[in-house]
């Protein structure tokens, strides 16, 4: 229920918020996502995962089981790809960077910190 009110009220934050609820993955592993590793069938591989205390990518710890690849389910591919065209549009920094969810500035991924205020303000 919550959901359909933060893809309409926080629109830059939706889709992550909604990868993350509908993939069951760690903050890490969807922060990582770059959008060259999204096939047209909406399948990912989950590469890489980031350190956000460290501003760091690394490969996937295999400790922290993630799997090699997973498929969006259509709700959120769509939301994930409307994301995307709203960054090239926008001709957004972020794009530079090749991660599927910049930040607003674009230098890092969109913050936990960012989606839990979003949660926060929604419950």
């Known amino acids: ?57 690394s490969p996937v710890d295999q400790r922290k089981k993630a799997p090699p690849m997973m498929a969006l389910e259509p709700r959120t591919l769509e939301l994930v790809r409307g994301h995307h065209r709203y960054l090239i549009e926008r001709n957004h920094p972020g794009l530079a960077t090749g991660l599927l969810f910049p930040s607003e500035a674009g230098t890092r991924p969109v913050g936990n910190d960012q989606l839990n205020d979003v949660w926060r303000r929604r419950r």
């Open 1 to 57: 229920m919550v959901l359909p009110i933060i893809v309409e009220q926080y629109p830059f934050y939706a889709p992550m918020i909604v990868a993350l609820y509908t993939l069951g993955l760690r903050y890490c592993h969807v922060a990582a996502m770059r959008s060259t590793k999204l096939s047209p069938d909406g399948v990912i591989a989950i590469e890489e995962s980031y350190d956000v205390s460290a501003n760091v990518f």
